[in-house]
């Protein structure tokens, strides 16, 4: 007997805080020479069995000798996502790289393809299962014959993912960031009884950004995510304000708000300082399981640093007279 379900790819309220998870082309975007970064969700805490999800990246800009003004991403991606009773996880890892092109000598246009190849495991604990044959009537007895049969508890796949990237400043004002993301392009098969007919489905995810100062201490930021999957779905706007204490430091606060249509809405904050990127979120649930979760949806961080390397110095030689 088979039942069809429904699932969903990890997902986070604060998109900006994960963007490896949202294209490929966004490995090596940034400026700098390496980016670390880590976020974690912690979903339904209202309900019995809450849900946990974590990323981590880790991502490296080279210049290879060989060009003359393009560079080149590479990068890792770890995830891993828990649910439930039986503690039903996704885990993941995505090697990344990407190819980055200077649209003009000021750095003003950049535009990025990128590509992603990841070993996945889907899984549950078995031992964490009841079933009806172990109930005798009055009493639950573990050591009782199940009489299900799964040819395996875990099952691993391969992933494929593609993506670009684009960056435009006009007027070193006006900062318009795109990002298209074309994800499990071999709709790959998972499945626990041995049969062919589940299969992840293709997604396609689409990410907006623009920044501009509007005033002498304050920008506005407005995002925007925009993802399908099969016959599904999902839009998280989102606007912040951002307050410098110190622009040439980027020290600055961040507060604003998203919306999840149909589902939450989140209050988000967050703080950076030089090349540190912070920030909190909690999804408020607004969705019809309201009477479950008692509007609490969602708690999340993240931080993400990006490191500079210094220029190496040139030790000139200098004759000393005391030994001429």
């Not at 960031?177 to 998972?190: A, D, E, K, N």
Request: with cysteine.
């Amino acid at each position: 007997m088979f039942k069809l379900t429904f699932s969903q790819d990890i997902h986070f309220s604060q998109f900006d805080g994960s963007l490896l998870n949202l294209t490929p082309g966004f490995t090596g975007f940034f400026n700098g020479d390496f980016r670390v970064g880590a976020i974690y969700r912690s979903q339904w805490q209202a309900v019995p069995v809450p849900y946990s999800t974590f990323s981590m990246n880790g991502e490296a800009r080279l210049k290879p000798k060989q060009l003359v003004k393009d560079m080149v991403g590479l990068g890792l991606v770890f995830n891993s996502d828990k649910a439930g009773d039986t503690r039903y996880g996704t885990t993941q890892l995505y090697a990344n790289g990407s190819y980055i092109f200077l649209g003009k000598p000021d750095s003003s246009l950049l535009l990025t393809l990128g590509m992603n190849i990841g070993w996945c495991q889907v899984g549950f604990d078995y031992d964490r299962m009841t079933f009806d044959n172990q109930y005798d009537g009055l009493n639950y007895n573990k050591n009782t014959a199940t009489g299900e049969n799964f040819d395996w508890s875990k099952f691993n796949y391969a992933d494929i993912n593609m993506g670009a990237g684009a960056q435009y400043i006009l007027n070193q004002k006006h900062r318009f960031t795109i990002g298209l993301g074309f994800h499990h392009l071999t709709s790959p098969v998972i499945t626990y009884q041995g049969n062919r007919l589940s299969r992840l489905d293709f997604k396609m995810t689409n990410y907006l950004s623009y920044s501009t100062p509007v005033a002498p201490k304050v920008d506005i930021i407005a995002e925007a995510l925009i993802s399908k999957q099969a016959k599904n779905y999902e839009i998280i706007p989102h606007s912040s304000l951002k307050y410098y204490f110190n622009r040439d430091d980027n020290k600055a606060v961040l507060g604003g708000l998203c919306f999840r249509t149909k589902d939450a809405i989140v209050l988000r904050f967050g703080y950076t300082h030089k090349t540190l990127q912070s920030g909190i979120a909690y999804d408020i649930n607004v969705s019809k399981f309201t009477a479950a979760t008692n509007r609490r949806g969602a708690f999340e961080i993240f931080v993400n640093y990006v490191i500079r390397r210094l220029p190496s110095s040139i030790i000139k030689k200098r004759a000393c007279p005391v030994f001429m």
